[in-house]
C-alpha cells in the first residue's frame, strides 16, 4: 500500500440514541466524545438508527402498515380515475 494516502481506520464505539445498544466496529469518524468500554476508551458516535433497532432488522416493519395496506388504500382513492386512464 502506499503511505500517506489512506484514512486512519481506528475503533470507535458507535451507540444507538433510540435503545442504548454500543458496538465497536472501524471507522474513519472523528468525534469529540469518548466512551470506556471493557477498561478501554473509545471515541463515541451517537446514531439514531442502527441494525439494533431499524424496523427491517427487527421484524418490526409490519407494524408501519395499516391493516388496509397501501395498495388498497391507493385503490380506495384513486380507483375510478386510474381505471378510467387505463381504459383510454
Do not use: C, W
Amino acid at each position: 500500500m502506499k503511505k500517506n494516502i489512506h484514512p486512519d481506520i481506528h475503533a470507535v464505539a458507535f451507540q444507538d440514541m433510540s435503545n442504548g445498544k454500543t458496538f465497536i466496529i472501524g471507522s474513519t469518524i472523528k468525534t469529540r466524545e469518548k466512551i470506556e468500554i471493557d477498561g478501554k476508551i473509545y471515541p463515541l458516535a451517537k446514531v439514531e438508527v442502527s441494525s439494533e433497532s431499524h424496523p427491517f432488522y427487527t421484524g418490526e416493519q409490519n407494524k408501519f402498515l395499516d391493516t388496509t395496506g397501501r395498495v388498497e388504500r391507493f385503490r380506495q382513492k384513486f380507483g375510478s380515475l386510474a381505471s378510467a386512464r387505463i381504459a383510454k
